[in-house]
């Protein structure tokens, strides 16, 4: 089978494009202020190196960068929360510094959200959200399904390079509840896990982010080799108007949160 074209040969590498599917555009440039939309009373901290800290005024968030330029992934978002000050982790979710931007963006969102309309914390520590909440849009876009004997489930895009796991029925507490990754399955170019106990509304925000339709912005040289033949770019700039397709749906509302507040 050949393979499909590159839509990007005939472009400038400092063109800025907006494609599609997000998962396979790459990180996008570094803005701390857009991965974590934190209210102006957590503590943000960044060092020269480029890692970065933050926490919650109850000290029971705390969220981190620490880059590391030398690895493949270029080092590691780290989400931890505790149901009690400096008390053992309740849950983590880590993700690839390799995780495109939008995606982060998202997840940390409804973070967000979640912190500030639930002065008591409750739904970060007692999520009751039903696991389909998380992969419903999967399916709905496309997604195969795939259940194993070992307890898990696997969602996967049409190509194969984005996948989710769901392990839904598995005793061990050291392995990911969920997980996630965009690229060649033996050689992902990013990956997310959930631990047990992540609440399911920020897995449910993050999948419905990996399949939104509305477009990631980058520039041509930023975008994964590997990967960029199975792109299509959704829009230019305005000097390459001619480039432009059939504009795309607005992108769709999130799954339902599931809780009340």
Do not use: N
Not at 133 to 151: I, N, S
Not at 176 to 198: D, I, N, V
Request: include cysteine; proline fraction near 13%.
């Amino acid at each position: 089978m050949p393979m499909p074209s590159d839509p990007f040969t005939h472009l400038d590498p400092d063109q800025q494009v907006k494609v599609l599917p997000r998962h396979l555009a790459g990180p996008g440039p570094l803005d701390l202020t857009t991965v974590w939309p934190f209210p102006k009373d957590w503590v943000v901290r960044q060092a020269d190196d480029g890692a970065a800290f933050a926490s919650s005024p109850c000290l029971r968030l705390f969220t981190t960068l620490a880059p590391d330029p030398d690895q493949p992934r270029k080092g590691t978002w780290t989400v931890t929360a505790h149901s009690a000050p400096f008390g053992p982790a309740t849950w983590q979710v880590t993700f690839d510094a390799t995780t495109p931007a939008e995606l982060l963006h998202d997840f940390h969102t409804e973070l967000t959200d979640l912190y500030l309309q639930d002065s008591s914390q409750d739904h970060l520590f007692q999520d009751h959200t039903p696991p389909h909440e998380a992969y419903a849009l999967l399916l709905a876009r496309g997604w195969g399904h795939e259940v194993k004997t070992d307890g898990t489930q696997l969602f996967r895009d049409p190509q194969s390079l984005g996948v989710v796991r769901h392990r839904y029925a598995t005793p061990s507490t050291d392995t990911p509840l969920w997980s996630a990754s965009g690229g060649h399955p033996g050689e992902p170019y990013w990956r997310a896990r959930f631990t047990r106990g992540t609440p399911t509304t920020l897995v449910a925000a993050f999948t419905a982010s990996l399949v939104s339709t509305e477009p990631a912005s980058r520039a041509v040289k930023d975008i994964p080799l590997p990967t960029r033949h199975q792109l299509y770019v959704a829009a230019t700039t305005p000097a390459q108007q001619t480039s432009v397709s059939t504009p795309l749906p607005a992108s769709p509302p999130r799954p339902g949160p599931g809780r009340t507040r």
